[in-house]
């Protein structure tokens, strides 16, 4: 292992861990955020069956994600967590509610089927926002004496951070729209491309705030795509010009998509904005893995830690991506018929 960049391949095993969270449990999220907007209890439980056999699974890259960092990178760990302790504990917190409102609801009748629905949504909304508030405090840099936390309890919240927070929310929002106009027909795939059309705007408008605000308030973030206002720097700038590029055609593809009433389109064009969003900040970022205070290199674990470690990641690996694949394949139909979660037939009525 010694001629292997271990941090590098650790790093890309971590990064496509937390894209993979971000993708697979934000259109999740994004269905409880549009929960209390649905036209009817009938289409709430439409969307809740759409993702029910999925929800749980979507979250155990959360786990490596987490996991990886702790065991890969336990300087990083040590000196990013602490900062954001908080909105962790509101993220979990959240999530488990989430969880026990999922599993509630189609139990309860009456008040307590309103009460679960609340919970559901506040959940949701609570665990993207936290989420926002991470990558915040994650974009804007930590307070770091060596390689241990030096901040406030506090650091996390700031304007910077509430602005990436919307942002989470309302582009999980987007994924879960799209979602649900994919695994619908009639009146609920129309709600759906209405609040798809809702939401893109926004979308655009935060990645365009959140990139400006970047290169604005960070020399270095600036130097890697050439600007340093107000002067551009093409030689830099051109060759990176693809990325912003191709969020505007994905935007334009996703717009026409709806308007044509396509199906899968949307939602893997809302994919590829996050995606290409995630691109642009890792184009920023790398190679720090604490910005700007700690590099994949200077917070890596011994070679010898993350060599067996890898080996058993490269194990696991393809048989969680083989298992999340075939249950997203198994239950590829639509969720609007009248078997569904918590239905003893739900199983065959979904696939």
């Excluded at 901040?151 to 951070?161: E, I, K, R």
């Excluded at 705007?201 to 890697?224: E, H, K, T």
């Excluded at 394949?329 to 009525?349: L, Q």
């Amino acid at each position: 292992m010694e001629t292997v960049d271990l941090p590098v391949i650790w790093s890309i095993i971590l990064g496509f861990a937390v894209l993979m969270y971000v993708v697979l449990d934000g259109f999740d999220l994004g269905i409880g955020i549009l929960f209390p907007f649905a036209r009817s209890d009938t289409h709430r439980d439409n969307m809740m069956n759409s993702i029910a056999p999925v929800w749980d699974g979507n979250e155990t890259w959360l786990v490596l994600g987490g996991g990886g960092l702790f065991a890969a990178f336990p300087m990083a760990f040590g000196a990013f967590i602490p900062a954001v302790y908080m909105p962790i504990g509101f993220m979990l917190c959240a999530l488990i509610f989430r969880g026990v409102a999922f599993e509630f609801r189609f139990r309860a009748r009456g008040l307590g089927r309103s009460f679960w629905d609340r919970a559901f949504h506040l959940g949701s909304v609570i665990a993207a926002l936290s989420q926002g508030l991470i990558l915040g405090a994650f974009i804007q840099g930590t307070n770091v004496r060596g390689t241990a936390f030096n901040g406030g309890s506090l650091d996390w919240l700031t304007p910077f951070s509430v602005m990436v927070a919307i942002a989470v929310l309302v582009g999980y929002a987007l994924l879960g729209a799209t979602w649900v106009n994919m695994k619908s027909d009639g009146p609920q795939a129309e709600w759906a491309r209405r609040w798809t059309l809702r939401c893109l705007p926004a979308v655009l408008a935060f990645m365009i705030a959140v990139s400006f605000a970047v290169l604005l308030f960070n020399i270095q973030a600036g130097d890697r795509w050439g600007i340093s206002w107000p002067m551009i720097n093409l030689q830099k700038l051109l060759p990176l010009a693809p990325v912003p590029l191709a969020v505007a055609g994905l935007a334009t593809w996703l717009y026409f998509g709806v308007k044509k009433h396509r199906k899968y389109a949307p939602f893997f064009c809302a994919i590829g904005l996050f995606v290409l969003g995630y691109i642009g900040l890792v184009i920023s970022l790398f190679p720090y893995v604490v910005p700007y205070e700690l590099t994949i290199w200077k917070a890596a674990a011994a070679p010898n830690s993350q060599a067996v470690l890898l080996i058993g990641v490269l194990i696991l690996l393809p048989l969680i991506l083989t298992y999340t694949a075939y249950v997203y394949w198994v239950f590829r139909g639509k969720a609007d018929g009248p078997d569904g979660y918590g239905h003893t037939n739900h199983g065959e009525s979904t696939a």
